[in-house]
């Protein structure tokens, strides 16, 4: 029996299950962040800074008084660590072991990013060993003699090979550059590190995956996991026959969901609010997603050739109650604690009330980058 669903309830789901426009759901403060985290499974942390960061971004649109220093403290009390979800991400530290089947691939011979240089993998690792966390930077020099291939560009290779394989942990970060460090000295005695089954492994990613965003395709679930789909088809099926999920149709598309979307549908959520969001923010990562659910068409052009781009560099989506309204390119000049718009690229038809709601969350949205105007460029 499939259950049908209006797409405005799909996309409350969606809304609900992101942690978006309920005012202190999470509660307040660190504890909060870590909840965010929790709730939607990862944050991708990403280097752009023309705003501020991604995974900052993120989680601000989620914790009311959220602050850039709950991440590095989390980090630090081990409740959140560094990983790969489709993406560099940080994960709530209760999820480790569901880490370690991609860990297992890559010890075995599958390939990440780099060809793997054994030799100079060992000697990271006997140099952390003795000297303790260090960064690539501490590699940046050529050793004399026989070592002579030593240099940074290396070894920062083998050093991400060896954290996507498991042996190397993000202990922290100084400023924003990892810190390497042996995992048996990061990682918590307290922590489940066994290695999940299949079965396991499947329900991890297909709860999670409802948990955070409502509804569900097992093409969505394995969102760039290789191979991973027909096995998650399967287990969803299998859940499905168990009563532990449910079949949704919304416009012919056939969805998974939790049991509990009765209750969720009955809960409040703003129709006025503007969301300033990241071009990274979980709701949106996936675009074939976003169309089919929101209606918009969103990527994210920094990556695309200046001559090509339509809308700006890091244009950020403006969600408007329940449904998307455009988007805004900017930049905090940081010199100056100047927030520049340099364009508003609208798609609603009430524009005049949409920037009346939009001027508030400009104002926050001015506070978190440290800003002190506003310019329209």
């Known amino acids: 029996m499939q259950i049908d669903l209006s797409p405005d309830q799909a996309r409350k789901l969606a809304l609900l299950s992101q942690g978006i426009h309920r005012h202190n759901d999470l509660g307040l403060g660190k504890p909060a962040t870590l909840r965010a985290v929790e709730k939607i499974g990862y944050v991708q942390i990403d ?3 023309v705003v501020e960061r991604a995974h900052h971004h993120t989680l601000w649109n989620r914790v009311k008084n959220y602050q850039p220093s709950h991440l590095d403290q989390l980090q630090k009390q081990n409740k959140v660590f560094e990983y790969w979800s489709h993406a560099a991400a940080y994960l709530p530290m209760r999820d480790y072991r569901f880490t370690l089947p991609r860990k297992q691939a890559l010890c075995s011979g599958e390939k990440h990013w780099y060809d793997k240089d054994a030799a100079l993998c060992k000697l990271i690792l006997d140099r952390i060993r003795l000297e303790g966390p260090l960064q690539s930077r501490d590699f940046e020099h050529k050793r004399k003699g ?27 970060r100084d400023g924003f550059q990892k810190v390497y460090d042996l995992t048996e000295r990061v990682l918590p005695d307290t922590v489940d590190a066994s290695m999940p089954s299949d079965e396991e492994y499947y329900d991890h990613i297909i709860f999670c995956f409802l948990r955070a965003n409502g509804i ?14 027909p096995s998650l088809q399967r287990r969803c099926e299998q859940l499905l026959e168990d009563k532990k999920l449910l079949c ?4 012919q598309q056939t969805y998974y969901a939790h049991t509990d979307i009765e209750a969720m549908l009955k809960t409040p959520l703003s129709r006025s609010e503007v969301k300033i969001l990241s071009p990274f923010d979980n709701l949106l990562i996936q675009r074939n997603r976003t169309s089919t659910l929101f209606d918009f068409d969103y990527q994210i052009e920094c990556y695309v050739p ?3 781009r339509q809308y700006g560099y890091f244009c950020l989506p403006l969600l408007w109650g ?7 390119d900017a930049k905090i000049d940081r010199a100056t604690g100047t927030l520049k718009i340099f364009s508003l690229h609208l798609q609603t038809a009430n524009e005049e009330d949409f920037l009346q709601a939009l001027q508030p969350s400009l104002e926050d949205y001015l506070q978190f980058n440290q800003g002190q105007k506003i310019e329209f460029v």
């Open 47 to 49: 280097t752009i800074s």
């Open 322 to 328: 329940q449904k998307f309204a455009g988007r805004m």
């Open 216 to 229: 569900g395709t097992p093409g969505e679930m394995a969102y760039l996991r290789k191979g991973i789909k």
């Open 248 to 251: 949704i149709n919304v416009k």
């Open 146 to 172: 026989k070592s002579e291939w030593w240099d940074w560009k290396p070894a920062k290779q083998m050093l991400e090979q060896l954290f996507m394989e498991g042996k190397l942990m993000i202990a922290r």
């Open 306 to 308: 200046a001559a090509k």
